[in-house]
Every structure is written in structure tokens, then in C-alpha cells.
T-cell receptor
């Protein structure tokens, strides 16, 4: 069963603009992670934020976590065509190394 | 070496065939995973191995049989599959941490087509 719902399902922006994706989840978590997947390829880990953290940065990525609202957002600043991909949030719950992926956002960055 | 290697990249099999998917990592990770992904859907967890022992089975049909022969290898044995089992099968590994899993390292996947 899916833990995370992402919105929007699809997002199309121009190069240089910022992209924001949101993730909502249902149960309490140990941590929340974001992954990127280029079409038909494997997933690449972007960033991990623990349940006791509120914000994290990595290069052009900024992730926020609001555990009271059970939601997270991923901001990609100054987007590039190479950022075109699907982005998934993933939540870890319990103690059994179980990582459950959200529905994903398809981002298209146009030149 | 930060790679997870999956073979084969593509596999076509009939419903009566027996085949295997293989996954290998040399990062010293002690947790390994199989995920199944259908087109335009998120990856769905199938199995988790921790210290070479099966720790999670997400009620996967017995026609999928995982095996972890050692800490670097993970296999998925396939038998009597159905056309609806056609999907991208992703292997991943992660270090085992005291407080939950860290990032997962994914292979490029094996694209399976069942005729």
C-alpha cells in the first residue's frame, strides 16, 4: 500500500524557474527521502530528512518536513533541462528497513 | 565502487519458463531489496534481506522466489509467471543502521516481459 501521495502529478516549467513538489503521508515516519528517476532507469537518492528535522539543503535542492501536517516539499531552484525526470518521496516507517514510495511527480523542464 | 549491478537488463519469458534475475553490490551493504515497478507507477517493495536473511516479504506470490547466497548477491527466481508480472524489477542495497535505513542505492533494473 502506498504511504505517500504527491502533487502535482505532472509539472512543466521553463529552464531557470523553480519547481516545487509536495508529498503527504499517512503514518508517523522515521525519515523521509526523495529520489529521482529518469525514464526507465534506476532511482537515484537525492536527500534524506529525519523526523526531527524541519529543513535540509543540498545544492539546488531544499526539502522541508512538517510532521504535524504529515507533509514534505521538495524545491528545485534554477531548474535545468537535465532535471527532467520523475521525483518520488519515500517514507521509512517502523524498524524493519521498509521504504515505501509515493505516487511521484513527473517534472518536465523545457528550454 | 558505488554501483548495484543487475542482470539481465531485458528478459522475455513464457509463462512456463524458469528464469532468474541477478543483483550484485560490493559496497558492504547488509540490506538488499527487490522492488517491482509498473509503467508510470511508483516502485513497490517485494522483499528485504537483512544480513542475508529474509526480513520482509510483502505477500508476494510464490512464483517469485528470492535468494541471498551471500552479502553481495541477491537473486530473484521466476517460475510460472503471468503476463501481468511484466514490469521493471529493481534491486537496491543500503547499509543497515541502528535507527532505520539510510539511502538506498538502486541498480538500473531488469525489464521483464512475460508472454
Amino acid at each position: 500500500s502506498q504511504q505517500g501521495e504527491e502533487d502535482p502529478q505532472a509539472l512543466s516549467i521553463q529552464e531557470g524557474e523553480n519547481a516545487t513538489m509536495n508529498c503527504s503521508y499517512k503514518t508517523s515516519i522515521n525519515n523521509l527521502q526523495w529520489y529521482r528517476q529518469n525514464s526507465g532507469r534506476g532511482l537515484v537518492h537525492l536527500i534524506l530528512i529525519r523526523s526531527n528535522e524541519r529543513e535540509k539543503h543540498s545544492g539546488r535542492l531544499r526539502v522541508t518536513l512538517d510532521t504535524s501536517k504529515k507533509s514534505s516539499s521538495l524545491l528545485i531552484t534554477a531548474s535545468r533541462a537535465a532535471d527532467t525526470a520523475s521525483y518520488f518521496c519515500a517514507t521509512e516507517t517502523g524498524g524493519g528497513n521498509k521504504l515505501t514510495f509515493g505516487t511521484g511527480t513527473q517534472l518536465k523542464v523545457e528550454l | 565502487d558505488t554501483e548495484v549491478t543487475q542482470t539481465p537488463k531485458h528478459l522475455v519469458m513464457g509463462m512456463t519458463n524458469k528464469k532468474s534475475l541477478k543483483c550484485e553490490q560490493h559496497m558492504g551493504h547488509r540490506a538488499m531489496y527487490w522492488y517491482k515497478q509498473k509503467a508510470k507507477k511508483p516502485p513497490e517493495l517485494m522483499f528485504v534481506y537483512s544480513y542475508e536473511k529474509l526480513s520482509i516479504n510483502e505477500s508476494v506470490p510464490s512464483r517469485f522466489s528470492p535468494e541471498c547466497p551471500n552479502s553481495s548477491l541477491l537473486n530473484l527466481h521466476l517460475h510460472a509467471l503471468q503476463p501481468e508480472d511484466s514490469a521493471l524489477y529493481l534491486c537496491a542495497s543500503s547499509p543497515l543502521r541502528f535507527r532505520g535505513t539510510g539511502e538506498l542505492f538502486f541498480g538500473e533494473g531488469s525489464r521483464l516481459t512475460v508472454l
